[in-house]
């Protein structure tokens, strides 16, 4: 089995410039014999997105 294992962050965006949140993980994906991927992560910190304006 092959397995890649590391931090990665994910980001909520409306569009290229504008991030709304942002959040890191671990990850682990794993690709069996046969092909099949699985994949886990875990949350490392809280995050918060802002609210609307006004």
Do not use: K
């Not at 590391?6 to 569009?15: I, K, Q, S, T």
């Not at 991030?19 to 949350?43: K, L, N, P, W, Y």
């Amino acid at each position: 089995m092959d397995r890649s294992v590391g931090p990665v962050r994910l980001e909520w965006r409306a569009n290229e410039p504008a991030c709304s949140g942002e959040f890191e993980i671990d990850i682990t994906v794993a690709v069996g014999a046969a092909g099949a991927r699985h994949a886990s992560g875990r949350v490392e910190e809280q995050f918060s997105m802002p609210g609307p304006a006004g």
